[in-house]
C-alpha cells in the first residue's frame, strides 16, 4: 500500500531547510560530548520558530532541520527570523551561524510519518546547497508568491541549471539583516530606538545583564555556564535565558526543574519548559523558594 497522498493532489507548501554551517568543525574544537549539546541547542531553538511561524517541523537531519509552511511568506519570515536569532546568541556559549534553503511548490506528503518528497524538495535541498552562513537563498518562483514590500528585501543572485528541469532556474537571496522593511516582513515588535530592553539578574551578589549585545546567558553549577550555581541542587547545565525580539524567556533543561516567583504572585513550576521573564521576581533552581530564600537568582526586566 502506497502511504503517500494520491499524484492527483500534491498540495502547494514552502519547503525548508536550515543547516548549521562548520558543525564539522565544532566536534573538533569542543568535542564529541558539548558540540552535541550545542548542535540540538541550536536545533531546538530552529524547530521553535519554524513553529512560531505556522511551520511543521519534518526531521532533523544530524546539523539540518527540515520543515515545511503552508505559504512562501512564513518560510521567508521564519528564515529571517531564524537569522536573527542565531545570529545575536550564543548558544551553550558558542557563536553559530547557518544556512537556509527554501522552495514554493507542490510536495508529496507520506500519510505514516508527515515526510514530504518530490522536485520541490530537491530545490529546496540544492537552495541550501548554493547558500553560504548567514545567507538565505531562494527560486524566483518563490519571491514571486511574496509581498511586494517582502520582494524588496531579496535580489537576484543567478541562474542555475538543476537536474532534470530543461530551463535554468532564478535564484535570489533574501536580506534579512535589521532594516526597517525587515522589520516589517518578519513582524518583529521592537521597543523604541531610545528604550532597550534590559534585563538585569542578581546571584549571591554578583550582577549579570542582558540586553540587545548580551541576548543570551546560561546558568547551572558546572563550570561552562555564565551563572555558575553553587546550589548542588541545581544541574551541571540547569536553564537558559534568550533574549526574544523585547523579550526575555527563561527556558529549564534540567532534571529537578526550576521555580520563578514573579513579585506579588505566586510560584510556578517549570520542568523542561519556558517562561516570559516580566517586571521583577526570583528564580529558584532544584527548590521551592520557600525552602531556601537565600539561593535565589533576583531579576529586574525594563523596557
Known sequence: M????????????????????????????????????????????????TAA?????????GDEIMAVFPDAISAAQAACEMQLVISHAKIDGTQLSIRIGLHYGPVIESASDGDVFGETVNIAARMTEIAQAQQIITTGATVAMLP??????????????????????????????????????????????????????????NKFVMDAAHPGITIGRGELADIMIQDRRASRMHAKIERRRDKFVFIDISSNGSYVTFRNES????????????????????HTYKKDPAEVITFVYKS
Open 53 to 61: 511561524h505556522t511551520g511543521q517541523t519534518v526531521k532533523t537531519i
Open 2 to 49: 502506497n502511504d503517500t497522498t494520491p499524484d492527483h493532489s500534491h498540495p502547494d507548501k514552502a519547503v525548508l531547510f536550515a543547516d548549521i554551517s562548520g558543525s564539522t568543525r565544532l566536534y573538533e574544537t569542543l568535542g564529541d560530548a558539548r558540540a552535541f549539546t550545542t548542535i540540538n541547542s541550536c536545533l531546538d531553538i530552529l524547530q521553535r520558530l
Open 267 to 286: 510560584e510556578v513550576q517549570l520542568r523542561r519548559e519556558e517562561l516570559v521573564l516580566r517586571e521583577s521576581g526570583s528564580i529558584s533552581l532544584g
Open 148 to 205: 511586494p514590500i517582502m520582494r524588496t528585501s531579496t535580489r537576484s543572485f543567478d541562474n542555475l541549471s538543476i537536474k532534470g528541469k530543461t530551463d535554468d532556474i532564478e535564484v535570489h537571496e533574501v536580506i534579512w539583516q535589521e532594516s526597517e522593511e525587515m522589520t516589517m516582513m518578519v513582524g518583529r515588535t521592537l521597543s523604541p530606538a531610545n528604550v532597550e530592553p534590559t534585563l538585569q539578574l542578581i546571584y549571591r551578589g
